[in-house]
């Protein structure tokens, strides 16, 4: 049967900012099965006593924003079936300080948690937005599909790259808004010419207004030197990073754990989280060279992290070792503001959670090691 409003549950969280309904409901008609998603989402947090999901919303004023904000929710969820209580935080929570996403409690203590999503491709989510805004003329009812040129379907991970295919796929979205101006619905379907290797299909919408239509490019798997890049970046850029905001922060806030949390798209395993934060670590048949752990390493054990420390052997143990403690945990002083990372693999309902044994004293606890058990 099909839907003739939303679902009772995000209807209701998204009552006060009816103009983010309006752009999800061309990305997504009401019949989607994403709204049903959103629903169970909403319905599941609360029940498990979530806080101002509403107030939440009402800081979202895109799309893009709006994923960011389901990522959040995502994180929650997870935090929530592991008995914690989690209070969603607007924007200017902090401010003028840059506030974190969430509030949490549990019986180790309070923490802040950021979010950051990992997501497959930018540049796929900036043809979606600019499509969505483009596609409101009810006079065009026309579903646009796309295909992706090769370079646009390419996984890039350093911030800069991807800065500069963002700023590619824009151009190619302006160019293409100059060209559907002159198009005449009546004569669909049609293709345009290409733009810059991107093909636009047109066709009649199966609804009353314009629509995005398929997205389509190469499967994008990210190799898994660039994935520990990218999580590093995610963790220690002063700019784009996360551990940066804790620095903006004063009084009682600082003495909260800081965890950052990752919702990944992607697919990753524990080794590439261990090895972004605490370095590489190599295995050997025989008897592995001696190495001599750094002095944090050694000052960590002797507060209380001697297990941690042994089971991710930064403590040489058996026949593994790490050749060098190259990890941003130890090598990159933001890091001190990090109680912990938190990483949500999608595909597979994976988490992978790793405490920071070098954080600062005041967010620096071993219990840290059962934040996720």
Request: aromatic share 10%.
């Amino acid at each position: 049967m099909q839907m003739t409003a939303l679902p009772k549950n995000i209807a209701r969280v998204l009552s006060k900012n009816q103009d983010i309904v309006q752009l999800l409901l061309v990305k997504y008609p009401i019949d989607d099965g994403y709204w049903v998603y959103l629903d169970d989402l909403v319905q599941e947090l609360e029940f498990a006593g979530c806080e101002d999901i509403e107030r939440k919303m009402m800081d979202v004023d895109n799309t893009s924003k709006f994923d960011s904000t389901v990522s959040e929710l995502e994180i929650a969820r997870l935090l929530s079936c592991k008995g914690k209580h989690v209070k969603m935080l607007p924007d200017n929570f902090l401010e003028p300080a840059k506030s974190p996403d969430m509030y949490v409690t549990d019986s180790l203590g309070e923490y802040f948690v950021e979010v950051v999503r990992f997501s497959e491709d930018s540049a796929i989510a900036i043809f979606l937005d600019e499509l969505t805004k483009l596609l409101v003329d009810p006079a065009k009812p026309i579903q646009v599909d796309v295909q992706l040129s090769q370079y646009l379907s390419e996984p890039v991970i350093n911030h800069e790259d991807r800065r500069v295919k963002e700023e590619k796929a824009r151009t190619i979205m302006n160019k293409f808004a100059e060209a559907f101006i002159k198009i005449d619905p009546a004569k669909m379907p049609s293709k345009l010419p290409s733009i810059d290797g991107v093909t636009f299909s047109l066709s009649r919408s199966p609804i009353s207004r314009g629509s995005p239509g398929f997205i389509n490019g190469k499967s994008i798997i990210v190799p898994s030197a660039e994935f520990v890049s990218r999580i590093r970046f995610l963790v220690t850029d002063r700019k784009y990073g996360k551990a940066v905001k804790r620095t903006t922060w004063t009084g009682d806030y600082l003495k909260k754990h800081y965890i950052i949390a990752i919702d990944c798209h992607q697919m990753a395993d524990e080794e590439v989280l261990l090895e972004a934060l605490l370095g590489k670590r190599e295995s050997y048949s025989l008897e592995p060279p001696t190495v001599s752990p750094p002095p944090q390493v050694k000052q960590a054990a002797q507060n209380n992290w001697t297990a941690f420390l042994e089971n991710t052997h930064m403590l040489p143990k058996a026949r593994t070792i790490y050749p060098s403690y190259e990890g941003v945990y130890l090598t990159d002083t933001i890091c001190e503001n990090v109680s912990g990372v938190l990483l949500y693999v999608r595909l597979g309902a994976k988490v992978f959670f790793v405490p920071n044994p070098f954080a600062d004293r005041t967010i620096n606890d071993s219990r840290l090691t059962n934040f996720y058990t």
